[in-house]
């Protein structure tokens, strides 16, 4: 009998294909793949398979209680852990593909150096014709950054800042450990303490109960004044009407948001016009660079492996935490 892999992906390539092909080959499985106009079809595969791996919430509820495991193409898995649960079996294990450091860093970078470089004024500058040059900026070089979370996302994010010459990297993780790129790490709890000091707070954080408004309207005057907010997690971390008052009251140098609550953004929010800030449409970790779409396949690759040796899946989630 064959051990069936349901494969509901938009991105894939023929070399992506073989590679998935290769592996459930030599661990005894057989691929199914189908895109996401083939929602139907997919999910009469998905009645004889053991595994999927896809990024849809109604796939896996349409799901058999055989089902094993679901790999999601996605860092992001809040909704695959909210009660009730969306899961066929309490059984099934979940994964996430935590692969866009990459992509996202590079996005922290562009919306930092935009606000440092004043671009939100400048533009305004610009579209009305004017010309005035002499804002004062900022620089990565020499400056002090706090990243609020120490997983993939925040670790490249502060290898990259490193190598720009930051003078100072400081993580904060619920345990209060993390890895060498960081010059210290400390625990969230200690959150109350580093605002007052944090001219520039990337945050990088799960959605869980936890951190829903972990940056909320108390936590933002703890900022000071001219501070700047880089948000590529999620955008349940942040009161976003506090947010943007202290945009348009100036108390706040500017911010960068590439998740919302909700999504897509509703067309009479405040943060529309809210003053400094550079809005994007959850574009920084999507799969658009390449590269990502390439870890993908290597990390559902390699827990493939794990799954057919018996051994722990590398990238297995913890559906209680949430991460």
């Not at 040059?133 to 070089?141: E, G, H």
């Not at 100072?168 to 969230?188: A, H, M, N, Q």
């Not at 947010?243 to 348009?248: D, F, H, K, Q």
Request: hydrophobic share 35%; net charge negative.
């Amino acid at each position: 009998m064959s051990r069936n892999i349901c494969i509901y992906q938009e991105f894939l390539t023929e070399a992506h294909r073989r590679q998935i092909e290769e592996t459930a080959a030599e661990t005894g499985f057989t691929p199914h793949f189908f895109t996401l106009e083939q929602f139907e079809e997919a999910k009469a595969c998905l009645q004889d398979s053991e595994i999927l791996y896809a990024h849809s919430l109604d796939l896996l509820k349409a799901g058999p209680k055989t089902l094993r495991w679901y790999c999601c193409s996605y860092a992001g898995v809040d909704p695959y852990c909210r009660e009730p649960s969306p899961f066929p079996s309490p059984d099934c294990l979940l994964t996430n593909s935590n692969g866009y450091g990459v992509t996202i860093a590079e996005h922290v970078i562009m919306v930092l150096l935009m606000l440092f470089r004043r671009m939100p004024e400048y533009e305004a500058v610009v579209r009305n014709r004017d010309w005035s040059n002499q804002l004062a900026v900022r620089s990565i070089y020499e400056n002090a950054f706090v990243i609020l979370g120490t997983g993939n996302i925040g670790q490249t994010t502060a290898e990259r800042l490193r190598g720009m010459g930051a003078a100072k990297i400081t993580g904060l993780s619920r345990s209060g450990k993390g890895p060498d790129c960081f010059d210290e790490v400390r625990p969230i709890t200690e959150l109350d303490e580093i605002l007052p000091e944090t001219r520039t707070l990337i945050m990088a954080l799960p959605g869980t109960p936890e951190t829903r408004h972990i940056l909320d309207r108390r936590r933002i005057g703890l900022l000071p004044e001219g501070a700047y907010v880089v948000n590529v997690g999620r955008g349940s971390a942040i009161d976003q009407e506090a947010l943007a008052e202290a945009l348009n009251g100036g108390r706040l140098g500017g911010a960068a948001l590439d998740v919302m609550e909700p999504e897509p953004l509703p067309k009479d929010d405040p943060l529309w016009t809210a003053r400094n800030l550079i809005l994007t449409p959850h574009v920084s970790g999507n799969m658009t660079l390449g590269y990502t779409c390439d870890v993908n396949v290597e990390m559902f690759c390699g827990d493939l492996r794990n799954y057919a040796a018996g051994k722990p899946l590398r990238h297995l989630v913890d559906r209680a935490k949430g991460y």
